[in-house]
């Protein structure tokens, strides 16, 4: 029997190399797609790796002609600092993007005639909290509330969830291809991600780990937001389990299609702590970016993941101490 195909976007990114290596030994064929070309380490891993812009539909065209796609993870996407800086090119990655994605996927489960599994990176940024007396007066937010974000890439988030939602359940309702094969869409709410092999690139929740990559690197940090800025973070390992653990979730016994999970919940000043105790040496500093530090404040202090654990039973291996000795401390030792 030939080996389902999964689609990744944003394949060479801070989940996508992580992913890749799960889904390799999980025996999927992976096809790719990705504005850079995948190093040679993990374009052995794939079946096929395309080199260019989910923006460009003749490309996924092209794609999606050559394999029967059953499975998308769609992680491309332009995060919540790079977003701010130039807000019309995180819709149009973001929003305009996923759209061509979703179509693309929609397209596939009426060619196959069953639906095409679509998971989907959302964010802790979904939510928006007025203010830092709230947000720890709230402590954990259930996946309803608190659904007003203020940064570009969490309305882009929180839209295409909707979106998703749209496309599994009512795309084309009153056209004539309404009882057609529809996509299946699945997402998961992230909080702020570390992983010990890549250092991710204009996101928010970055500070944590760029000051870890940093200390293990000997080089100084000037960390944008100040040492009580507290969000959830989870370690790579965890973010990938989840992924792959919704994926293979039956559809009956999932309520809903957007999950928050939650390992560990830490402020800016207890990561730089943890950090000192393994590298002593480590030269940590605070220059609070007032912008920067009010969207870490916008982010909810924890996040309730008890639907995911009663739906498809979610459960995070790593709490901060084990995120920190058993993956994220031997796995940097050995990168630097
Ligand atoms: C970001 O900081 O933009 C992301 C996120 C929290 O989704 N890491």
Redesign the pocket.
């Known amino acids: 029997m030939s080996k389902p195909v999964v689609l990744v976007t944003g394949a060479n990114g801070e989940i996508g190399r992580s992913l890749l290596e799960r889904l390799h030994a999980d025996g999927y064929a992976v096809v790719t797609v990705d504005l850079t070309p995948l190093p040679e380490k993990y374009r052995g891993l794939c079946l096929e790796t395309y080199a260019g812009n989910i923006m460009d539909r003749y490309l996924l065209d092209q794609v999606a002609a050559h394999h029967e796609i059953e499975v998308v993870f769609h992680l491309a996407a332009l995060?919540?600092?790079r977003g701010e800086r130039d807000p019309e090119l995180a819709h149009q990655v973001n929003v305009e993007g996923t759209l061509h994605l979703l179509r693309m996927a929609n397209n596939q489960s009426q060619r196959l005639g069953r639906a095409v599994r679509f998971l989907f990176p959302s964010?802790?940024?979904v939510y928006g909290m007025p203010d830092v007396a709230e947000k720890k007066r709230v402590g954990r937010v259930r996946e309803e509330a608190w659904n007003v974000p203020i940064t570009m890439?969490g309305c882009n988030k929180l839209y295409c969830e909707h979106l998703g939602r749209y496309f599994t359940n009512y795309y084309r309702q009153l056209g004539a291809l309404s009882t057609a094969a529809r996509l299946d869409f699945r997402a998961i709410r992230?909080?702020?991600?570390i992983s010990a092999e890549t250092v991710?690139t204009?996101?928010?929740?970055?500070f944590g780990p760029e000051m870890l990559h940093a200390a293990a690197q000997g080089k100084p940090y000037k960390c944008f937001v100040g040492p009580e800025a507290q969000i959830p973070f989870m370690a790579m390992p965890d973010a990938v389990q989840s992924l792959v653990g919704l994926l293979d979730a039956d559809r009956e016994r999932l309520s809903t299609t957007v999950y928050n999970v939650g390992a560990f919940s830490v402020s800016a000043g207890e990561i730089a702590a943890r950090v000192k105790r393994i590298f002593p040496k480590a030269d940590i500093s605070y220059e609070p970016d007032p912008v920067r530090a009010k969207i870490v404040d916008s982010?909810p202090e924890d996040l309730d993941d008890s639907v995911a654990r009663k739906d498809w039973g979610w459960k995070p291996a790593y709490d901060f101490d084990r995120a920190f000795d058993d993956y994220l401390v031997p796995g940097i030792r050995a990168r630097y």
């Open positions: 995060l919540s600092t964010s802790i940024a890439y992230f909080p702020g991600l991710p204009g996101g928010t929740s970055d982010w």
